[in-house]
């Protein structure tokens, strides 16, 4: 399954490591040192002018302007989620 993060980027659902909110992750200096060593490095990829979420894969950062909540439905994660938790007897 491909995950729209806006403007013209599709990404398969199966390279995403992690998606975060931006919002969330930026005061700690865990995180800022970490995109700051990606961003030199070349691994970032921003979409639009302003994001709001952090999406993770195993080659790329992208920094997207889609919200997590809207991220996480479109990638299945939510469902999947819902499904083992079922499955597993968890309530």
Do not use: W
């Not at 980027?9 to 975060?20: D, G, P």
């Not at 639009?48 to 950062?61: F, N, P």
Request: charged share 25%; aromatic share 8%.
């Amino acid at each position: 399954m491909f995950v729209h993060l806006g403007g013209e980027i599709l990404i398969n659902s199966k390279c995403i490591v992690a998606i975060i909110k931006a919002d969330n992750t930026m005061g700690a200096s865990s995180t800022k040192e970490f995109l700051k060593t990606a961003q030199e490095e070349g691994f970032i990829q921003k979409i639009g002018k302003e994001y709001t979420s952090i999406v993770i894969t195993d080659r790329t950062i992208y920094l997207s302007p889609i919200s997590t909540q809207t991220l996480k439905k479109r990638a299945g994660f939510i469902e999947d989620l819902e499904t083992n938790m079922y499955e597993e007897g968890v309530s």
